[in-house]
């Protein structure tokens, strides 16, 4: 995360890519309503 060539919104992308498990279009695709934070759920 502390790369400096590559700007902070792809390195945002990547983290939540390699923290979720999801795939691209499936992260395109969330709405806040997919997202419980209280249970720490990601609804795809």
């Known amino acids: 995360m502390a790369c400096t ?3 902070a919104k792809t ?7 390699v923290l979720s498990g999801c795939r ?8 806040w309503r997919d ?4 249970c720490e759920v990601i609804h795809v």
């Open 24 to 31: 691209l279009n499936e992260l395109r695709g969330l709405r």
């Open 11 to 17: 390195r945002y992308w990547i983290a939540l890519f």
């Open 35 to 38: 997202v419980d934070f209280e």
């Open 5 to 7: 060539r590559i700007s």
